[in-house]
């Protein structure tokens, strides 16, 4: 009787150990798999719901788009107080290669709470937009269509383009007519734009007043002082400012849709460190209004 009470107890302490075992195989795959995961999201892809129709008709209300972050390269946090602070410093590793002119993004807003005084990456916010022009680019919007010096290429979605340039400046009210910098200097409209030259990181500019109105933003943003204009004279923070060098790369981004589109032609240049990645391809995608599923823009390509 004692002999078979313990070969059950044996068989029973055999069985708990085989379920503990189990359990902890199961733990460690979750695991390995959330972690998979995270890295898999913090270094090379990331998803997002197009929620605009700003990029039609690339990009539609309802797709649900693939971002590479290889290209232009994974971005990490070097001030991990971020959560309390909001101080959204992050170095970029270096990815596959340099982005190019003509292809989509997604990006963080550099304008927080709709501050449109000054730069500020929202991390919360996700933008995408066509890159119109690269570091390097002198950029002109001539009667609502797109151009680069030394670029013979169409630039952007030309229909709509077209579609802008037939339309009646008096049926624009002033608010989507008017332009970046929104300055009597300039008086550019989202038809009648730049030139405007795109700095590149190590560029070296004259700051006068006009280029003040220009670059200021940026230049604020990447030093993180404040400038201001006395008799005709900019100061940084109390000392005479008559040249700055850029310390890195800015875009001009642009929606596909160029009469709905909240991009660059508004708020100005996006610095390089608020690029996510660049679009790939749509991997699913529903109308928002039916419910239905899009078939035919399942994996299909963005360009």
């Known amino acids: 009787m004692e002999v078979q009470e313990s070969h059950i107890r044996r068989k029973l302490l055999k069985t708990g150990k085989s379920i503990v075992k189990g359990f902890l195989n199961l733990f460690l795959i979750v695991v390995f798999a959330i972690l998979l995961v995270i890295v898999l999201r913090v ?173 200021g933003k940026q230049i604020e943003y990447e030093t993180g002082k404040r400038l201001k204009v006395s008799n005709d004279s900019i100061c940084l923070e109390g000392k005479l400012l008559s040249d700055y060098t850029f310390e890195q790369n800015y875009y001009f981004m642009a929606g596909d849709y160029v009469l709905n589109s909240k991009d660059s032609r508004y708020w100005g240049l996006l610095p390089e460190d608020h690029i996510i990645g660049k679009v790939s391809f749509i991997w699913k995608s529903k109308d928002p209004y039916t419910g239905k599923v899009r078939w035919n823009r399942i994996l299909k390509k963005v360009k």
């Open 43 to 215: 270094f090379f892809f990331a998803t997002f719901k197009i929620p605009t129709p700003s990029m039609e008709p690339t990009v539609l209300t309802g797709d649900q788009i693939f971002v590479n972050k290889m290209i232009p390269g994974p971005r990490l946090f070097t001030d991990w107080r971020f959560f309390y602070t909001g101080n959204w410093q992050m170095k970029r590793w270096k990815g596959i290669r340099s982005l190019k002119r003509g292809e989509v993004a997604v990006f963080n807003f550099p304008r927080s709470n709709n501050n449109w005084n000054k730069i500020e990456m929202d991390f919360n916010v996700h933008y995408v937009k066509r890159i119109m022009g690269v570091p390097g680019d002198t950029l002109r919007i001539v009667n609502g269509f797109y151009s680069v010096s030394n670029v013979s290429d169409t630039l952007g979605v030309y229909s709509s383009q077209l579609q802008l340039s037939g339309y009646p400046d008096s049926l624009l009210n002033k608010k989507v007519l008017n332009a970046f910098p929104d300055n009597k200097r300039y008086g550019w409209t989202i038809k009648s734009f730049g030139p405007l030259y795109i700095p590149h990181a190590g560029d070296k500019l004259k700051i006068d007043m006009n280029n003040f109105v220009l670059y």
